[in-house]
């Protein structure tokens, strides 16, 4: 668009000075706008040195030019996207080319000053952004460990659980061995198939639990501790949990997830959903995956710009498992989230 606005403008305005030089800086420098973002520091060289070498063409007359306005998008960009390192050279530049503006073309106090303004305000704009979205993605990071913390706890009593089947089972075949010399065979197998369940639980605990420091250990939930989210709902919403399909045989970290998700999910709808009267909590298993689905009946929203820290936690968790998480509001009303994960639970 920049294109035919520099070159109507170069037309239909009767007192642009030099005019060909104006127009031919408008034009060639909108390139620089493809680059801002990945070499913002070569864009504000290329554009202000440029423009600086067309002044001393024209005899200190500086080339003016409204559409030439975007330009402020590369100092915003060079303070938004640049390394720090970046942004002091660009700033130098930037200050060079104003000052040497001023001592050929000078236009007055209150041209100069609202010149400088405009330029700060830019730059100002560009680091208020680039500080917001550090400190967002330093949030984000913090909730998704403190939901791997979490998931590793989970984890951890799963392996627990095997390695103690595991030493039950040896005590027990030594202890019968000399009578029944089948019982040690029946054991070693046992103990087999507990131990590939373990080292498959540790494997996905290592692969979530990234910290050095150790987490406190907490016992781990199960799909049977669903029912305690039901409530009548004499102060909120009632909760109804239905559950369908096989579940026995999951395994311990996904029934984990599945009440974390769960439990997620109706705290934010007691807390979120308008004048909801139910919320529902659907379990479904098959031989290959187990589903979740909580759903409320309260008024319709409008989705959010940016998902909320919980939701962003509940993906995290799913997707740890290799699987889905997806939270949004229903067609007719109402928020649901649904969650799809193996039954192995193996991360991903």
């Given at each position: 668009?920049?294109?035919?606005?520099?070159?109507?403008?170069?037309?239909?305005?009767?007192?642009?000075?030099?005019?060909?030089?104006?127009?031919?800086?408008?034009?060639?420098?909108?390139?620089?706008?493809?680059?801002?973002?990945?070499?913002?520091?070569?864009?504000?060289?290329?554009?202000?040195?440029?423009?600086?070498?067309a002044q001393v063409l024209t005899g200190g007359v500086s080339p003016e030019s409204n559409t030439m306005i975007y330009l402020l998008l590369l100092p915003y960009a060079l303070f938004r996207w640049g390394s720090?390192?970046?942004?002091?050279?660009?700033?130098?530049?930037?200050?060079?080319?104003?000052?040497?503006?001023?001592?050929?073309?000078?236009?007055?106090?209150?041209?100069?000053?609202?010149?400088?303004?405009?330029?700060?305000?830019?730059?100002?704009?560009?680091?208020?952004?680039?500080?917001?979205?550090?400190?967002?993605?330093?949030?984000?990071?913090?909730?998704?460990?403190?939901?791997?913390?979490?998931?590793?706890?989970?984890?951890?009593?799963?392996?627990?659980?095997?390695?103690?089947?595991?030493?039950?089972?040896?005590?027990?075949?030594?202890?019968?061995?000399?009578?029944?010399?089948?019982?040690?065979?029946?054991?070693?197998?046992?103990?087999?198939?507990?131990?590939?369940?373990?080292?498959?639980?540790?494997?996905?605990?290592?692969?979530?639990?990234?910290?050095?420091?150790?987490?406190?250990?907490?016992?781990?939930?199960?799909?049977?501790?669903?029912?305690?989210?039901?409530?009548?709902?004499?102060?909120?919403?009632?909760?109804?949990?239905?559950?369908?399909?096989?579940?026995?045989?999951?395994?311990?970290?996904?029934?984990?997830?599945?009440?974390?998700?769960?439990?997620?999910?109706?705290?934010?709808?007691?807390?979120?959903?308008?004048?909801?009267?139910?919320?529902?909590?659907?379990?479904?298993?098959?031989?290959?995956?187990?589903?979740?689905?909580?759903?409320?009946?309260?008024?319709?929203?409008?989705?959010?710009?940016?998902?909320?820290?919980?939701?962003?936690?509940?993906?995290?968790?799913?997707?740890?498992?290799?699987?889905?998480?997806?939270?949004?509001?229903?067609?007719?009303?109402?928020?649901?989230?649904?969650?799809?994960?193996?039954?192995?639970?193996?991360?991903?």
């Amino acid at each position: 668009m920049l294109l035919p606005v520099a070159l109507l403008e170069g037309v239909v305005r009767p007192d642009m000075p030099s005019r060909v030089i104006s127009v031919s800086l408008a034009v060639g420098l909108v390139p620089t706008l493809l680059w801002r973002r990945t070499r913002p520091l070569l864009m504000v060289a290329i554009a202000f040195g440029v423009s600086g070498v067309a002044q001393v063409l024209t005899g200190g007359v500086s080339p003016e030019s409204n559409t030439m306005i975007y330009l402020l998008l590369l100092p915003y960009a060079l303070f938004r996207w640049g390394s720090g390192r970046e942004a002091i050279i660009g700033l130098a530049i930037i200050l060079v080319k104003a000052t040497f503006s001023v001592v050929v073309d000078y236009s007055g106090p209150a041209d100069t000053a609202a010149a400088f303004a405009v330029v700060l305000a830019a730059i100002a704009v560009g680091t208020a952004f680039r500080y917001r979205t550090r400190a967002r993605t330093r949030e984000l990071d913090q909730v998704k460990l403190l939901e791997r913390e979490q998931l590793a706890r989970d984890l951890h009593d799963t392996v627990a659980h095997h390695v103690s089947a595991m030493a039950i089972r040896a005590q027990a075949g030594l202890a019968t061995a000399a009578s029944r010399p089948d019982a040690a065979t029946e054991a070693l197998r046992v103990i087999e198939a507990e131990a590939a369940q373990a080292l498959a639980e540790m494997r996905a605990m290592v692969h979530v639990l990234r910290r050095n420091a150790p987490a406190d250990l907490a016992p781990g939930r199960s799909i049977a501790d669903l029912s305690q989210l039901e409530s009548p709902g004499r102060s909120g919403p009632s909760v109804q949990v239905e559950i369908e399909g096989d579940t026995a045989g999951l395994s311990p970290s996904v029934e984990a997830a599945i009440y974390r998700l769960a439990q997620e999910s109706v705290t934010n709808a007691r807390r979120h959903a308008r004048h909801a009267t139910r919320v529902l909590v659907r379990v479904s298993a098959d031989d290959t995956s187990v589903r979740l689905r909580v759903s409320d009946d309260g008024d319709p929203v409008r989705p959010a710009g940016t998902p909320g820290y919980g939701i962003i936690g509940m993906i995290e968790r799913a997707d740890l498992l290799g699987g889905t998480c997806a939270a949004g509001p229903d067609p007719d009303r109402g928020w649901s989230v649904t969650a799809v994960l193996p039954r192995t639970g193996v991360a991903g």
